[in-house]
Nanobody, 121 residues
Framework: QVQLVESGGGLVQAGGSLRLSCAVS????????MAWYRQAPGKQRELVAS???????NYADSVKGRFTISRDNAKKIVYLQMNSLKPEDTAVYYC???????????????WGQGTQVTVSP
């Protein structure tokens, strides 16, 4: 099985920083992409940042310049460094990955359990 374990969420004041981590484990042949999504109460889940197998990145306009996505290929961990946090960043953040599993040449998407990020005014 493939599992995504997130950590690093918490409560922070506006202007502060947090770093989220997501560790991927299981029978993985190849990781095609990793991403962070978030969902605030009453809102749809939205893409925050992504990083592809070719190491290209993209960000939501609302976080561009403040958030940075990165990865450790050896450890299979993706990070989201969040700086200059704003109250509107408050949401449950979900790690997402598309992988090709061992002995199954079909891509599958997996989600982490989510980690709460709360930014106080």
């Amino acid at each position: 099985q493939v599992q995504l374990v997130e950590s690093g969420g918490g409560l922070v004041q506006a202007g502060g920083s947090l770093r989220l981590s997501c560790a991927v484990s299981g029978s993985i042949f190849r990781i095609n992409a990793m991403a962070w999504y978030r969902q605030a109460p009453g809102k749809q889940r939205e893409l925050v940042a992504s990083i592809t197998r070719s190491s290209s990145t993209n960000y939501a306009d609302s976080v561009k310049g403040r958030f940075t996505i990165s990865r450790d290929n050896a450890k299979k961990i993706v990070y989201l460094q969040m700086n200059s946090l704003k109250p509107e960043d408050t949401a449950v953040y979900y790690c997402n990955t598309e992988v090709v599993r061992t002995n199954l040449p079909i891509p599958y998407t997996y989600w982490g359990q989510g980690t709460q990020v709360t930014v106080s005014p």
